[in-house]
Nanobody, 117 residues
Framework: QVHLVESGGGLVQAGGSLRLSCAAS??????MGWFRQAPGKEREFVAS????????GYADSVKGRFTISRDNAKNTVYLQMNSLKSEDTAAYYC????????????WGQGTQVTVSS
């Protein structure tokens, strides 16, 4: 069974930084991702990374400000968020795809990020 546990959320002023962590246990697939959901909005993709190659992908809204990375030995993925804006306020979720690929099937419980202006 796969478990994803996020940590690192909190309250930060605009322009500040936070680092989110996602610890994975169980057998996941090749990729991990971060998504976010603001109140009244749909969940949206933020960033993704391939475990083996480290290849990353980002939403346009966070390019140049957010960095996704992984520590394969710790089965942990990170999201470094810099130059935070009030519009980054959301619940952030870690996701994993299943072995063999496919859509995001496993989700963490989420961690809240609040950016004050």
């Amino acid at each position: 069974q796969v478990h994803l546990v996020e940590s690192g959320g909190g309250l930060v002023q605009a322009g500040g930084s936070l680092r989110l962590s996602c610890a994975a246990s169980g057998r996941t697939g090749s990729a991990m991702g971060w998504f976010r959901q603001a109140p009244g909005k749909e969940r949206e993709f933020v960033a993704s990374i391939i475990w083996s190659s480290g290849i990353t992908g980002y939403a346009d809204s966070v390019k140049g400000r957010f960095t996704i990375s992984r520590d394969n030995a710790k089965n942990t993925v990170y999201l470094q968020m810099n130059s935070l804006k009030s519009e980054d306020t959301a619940a952030y979720y870690c996701a994993a795809n299943p072995p063999g690929g496919g859509t995001w099937s496993y989700w963490g419980q989420g961690t809240q990020v609040t950016v004050s202006s």
